[in-house]
Antibody, heavy 122, light 108 residues
Framework: EVQLVESGGGLVQPGRSLRLSCAAS????????MHWVRQAPGKGLEWISG????????GYADSVKGRFTISRDNAKKSLYLQMNSLRAEDTAFYYC???????????????WGQGTLVAVSS | EIVMTQSPATLSVSPGERATLSCRAS??????LAWYQQKPGQAPRLLIY???TRATGIPARFSGSGSGTDFTLTISSLQSVDFAVYYC??????????FGQGTKVDIK
């Protein structure tokens, strides 16, 4: 069974940093691109970052570019999101999601974790 | 950035009836359009990609159509498990991805 389990969320003050992790199991992690998608409480979905299977390409939404960094460790079957200079508007559930296309990233998301909540407040 | 606009915001439907959800892109996205279903407290689930291809395990009552800027998700005969929020997502440009604001399908 494919599983994605996020961790690392919590309450953080504005301007501080946080690192999210996503542990993958049940599939060959290094065959797939991966993404982070967030959802503010009661709001819609926002794609924020993606990475190809071999870390060759990464991408970011304008809202997080220059502040967030996506990375992966295929040996550990893990995806990461380093979040710096956090703002109140970054408060959201953060989901990691697998790319449908495998090696050929399609930028659609066929498996999702259950999310981890990041709350940015003083 | 391509802006995705969904309508209506809320759709009230009786069980067994057909539901038609719309999604419009601010510029052409060809057939690079996906639909997701999200229930309260759950992660989203992929329903449709490539505008009309059902994802693995998705029932045939879900169908997608359209290309360019106008897309439709149709649920042919609503079941109780289908009441949820539905999002469209365009992926026309690599790593430049946007979602619509969602359509809530609730019980009439």
């Amino acid at each position: 069974e494919v599983q994605l389990v996020e961790s690392g969320g919590g309450l953080v003050q504005p301007g501080r940093s946080l690192r999210l992790s996503c542990a993958a199991s049940g599939f060959t992690f290094d065959d797939y691109g991966m993404h982070w998608v967030r959802q503010a409480p009661g709001k819609g979905l926002e794609w924020i970052s993606g990475i190809t299977w071999n870390s060759g390409f990464t991408g970011y939404a304008d809202s997080v570019k220059g502040r967030f960094t996506i990375s992966r460790d295929n040996a550990k079957k893990s995806l990461y999101l380093q979040m710096n200079s956090l703002r109140a508007e970054d408060t959201a559930f953060y989901y990691c999601a697998r790319d449908l296309g495998g090696y050929t990233s399609t930028n659609t998301f066929d498996c999702w974790g259950q999310g981890t909540l990041v709350a940015v407040s003083s | 950035e391509i802006v995705m606009t969904q309508s209506p915001a809320t759709l009230s439907v009786s069980p067994g009836e057909r539901a038609t959800l719309s999604c419009r892109a601010s510029q052409s996205v060809s057939s690079n359009l996906a639909w997701y279903q999200q229930k309260p407290g759950q992660a989203p689930r992929l329903l449709i990609y490539g505008a009309s291809t059902r994802a693995t395990g998705i029932p045939a009552r879900f169908s997608g159509s359209g290309s360019g800027t106008d897309f439709t998700l149709t649920i042919s005969s609503l079941q109780s498990v289908d009441f949820a929020v539905y999002y469209c997502q365009q992926y026309n440009n690599f790593f430049s991805l946007t979602f619509g604001q969602g359509t809530k399908v609730d019980i009439k």
